[in-house]
């Protein structure tokens, strides 16, 4: 038989090609089709000429749309949200506030025919993941900061000021980091303390993993003895991501999800979890749990990961100056305390402990919001990953993913 040209569409072209270099079956690359277009596009050039920021009209239009991920902000029992109720109040700003943040991949795919246009994609403020907010800004999607307009900006910590993709921090924030690791039913697993009790007979399929490439595959990949920040390669990657196809394709891994991984723990169709710090610590909390623990955390004994997710203005935000007063107001370090309170995970706020130990002093001496250096020496950042492997390994982590 002859060879068939490949298709006209680009991204199409793009994704054959890539299956053929991964060698993945006909059943794979059908699966994982869906997956792989939203990491393919991440490459994708916005346009041909610079994008333009859209005229900012917060001087006469006090408003705001920030969408945030579920259990990233202060919250009171009739589902308030006490620390920007006050924002509100100070500056006449009324915010809506949206909870549609589940996954950094699938937030991208729905708004990334308007970013690549510079239209408004109805958010002023959005909260990627810091490896998300970098394509962002090396795609132009995102807009400069008036650094006049964030005095506070210089709370930020010393170790989140100068990414290489923001240096200096002149069109990002960060929000709040944390580590990903391991989540269990205490009534009804033992102690979990390594990624290999995952895969114990008595929870198949009862195990549930983030669909955040670095986090799964970044705590996989350290269970194999690899330091996800040191100069690995595609061997390293691909090992750990055998492990899980493995593990999925038995039937051990009932589901890879975003943020909706703790619905699974909740309900109890999954028992153990690869999971993020502080939402184990608030499903305790709403379900009743706060003076005990019927799901624990903890680092597994080959290491966590850790991450920081980053507020930016996209390019066709029409309420620039409006984002930036929410951005100074949460950079307070009074404020950043008591969000942290709530949300139990780690403040990039300086004076934060500070302010936190007048609240609270237990809470300033919780090493998963306030993390001393023996924590730190715990957790490792999944090292920055080129365009090109950022493709290749996300369409292979797709179409596992898609298959759970």
């Known amino acids: 038989m002859s060879n068939r040209p490949l298709p006209e569409d680009p991204m199409v072209r793009s994704l054959i090609k890539m299956a053929k270099k991964s060698q993945l079956s006909r059943r794979s690359f059908l699966a994982g089709a869906g997956g792989s277009a939203v990491a393919l596009g991440l490459a994708a050039c916005a346009s041909d000429s610079e994008l333009v920021a859209a005229e900012d009209i917060s001087a006469t239009d006090k408003t705001l749309n920030w969408s945030n991920w579920p259990f990233y902000i202060d919250e009171d029992d009739d589902g308030n949200y006490p620390t920007l109720d006050r924002f509100q109040e100070q500056t006449g700003i009324a915010v809506n506030y949206m909870v549609d943040y589940d996954d950094n991949n699938t937030y991208y795919a729905k708004v990334r025919d308007q970013l690549q246009l510079g239209q408004d994609i109805g958010a002023d403020i959005v909260v990627p993941t810091e490896w998300m907010a970098a394509r962002w800004g090396q795609m132009g999607f995102v807009q400069e900061l008036n650094e006049a307009n964030v005095p506070n900006k210089v709370n930020?910590?010393?170790?989140?000021a100068n990414p290489d993709w923001d240096p200096g921090r002149k069109k990002s924030l960060p929000w709040q980091g944390g580590f990903a690791g391991l989540a269990y039913n205490v009534d009804k697993v033992g102690e979990i303390r390594t990624v290999e009790d995952l895969w114990a007979p008595e929870l198949k399929g009862r195990v549930v993993v983030l669909s955040e490439m670095r986090d799964t595959v970044g705590i996989l990949m350290m269970a194999n003895g690899v330091d996800i920040s040191?100069?690995?390669?595609?061997?390293?990657?691909?090992?750990?991501?055998?492990?899980?196809?493995?593990?999925?394709?038995?039937?051990?891994?009932?589901?890879?999800?975003?943020?909706?991984?703790?619905?699974d723990l909740v309900n109890e169709d999954a028992l153990v979890a690869i999971g993020w710090s502080g939402d184990i610590t608030l499903i305790n909390y709403e379900n009743g749990y706060d003076?005990?623990?019927?799901w624990k955390f903890v680092f597994p004994e080959s290491g966590a990961t850790i991450w920081n997710d980053t507020m930016v203005v996209p390019i066709g935000s029409?309420?620039?100056?409006?984002?930036?007063?929410?951005m100074n107001y949460y950079y307070e370090p009074e404020v950043a305390a008591e969000v942290a309170a709530w949300v139990n995970y780690v403040t990039p706020v300086k004076g934060a402990y500070e302010a936190a130990m007048d609240i609270d002093p237990d809470l300033a001496e919780n090493k998963l919001i306030f993390p001393d250096a023996a924590t730190l020496a715990q957790a490792k950042a999944f090292r920055t990953l080129s365009s090109?492997?950022?493709?290749?390994f996300q369409a292979a982590f797709q179409a596992i993913a898609l298959g759970a």
């Not at 750990?240 to 943020?259: F, H, M, P, S, T």
């Not at 003076?291 to 019927?294: A, L, T």
């Open 156 to 160: 930020v910590v010393d170790s989140l």
């Open 318 to 326: 029409p309420h620039k100056a409006n984002a930036e007063a929410l």
């Open 230 to 263: 040191s100069d690995w390669g595609a061997n390293e990657f691909n090992k750990a991501l055998d492990v899980l196809r493995e593990q999925v394709e038995a039937g051990q891994i009932r589901n890879v999800r975003g943020n909706s991984y703790t619905e």
């Open 388 to 392: 090109d492997e950022d493709n290749e």
């Open 291 to 294: 003076d005990g623990e019927k």
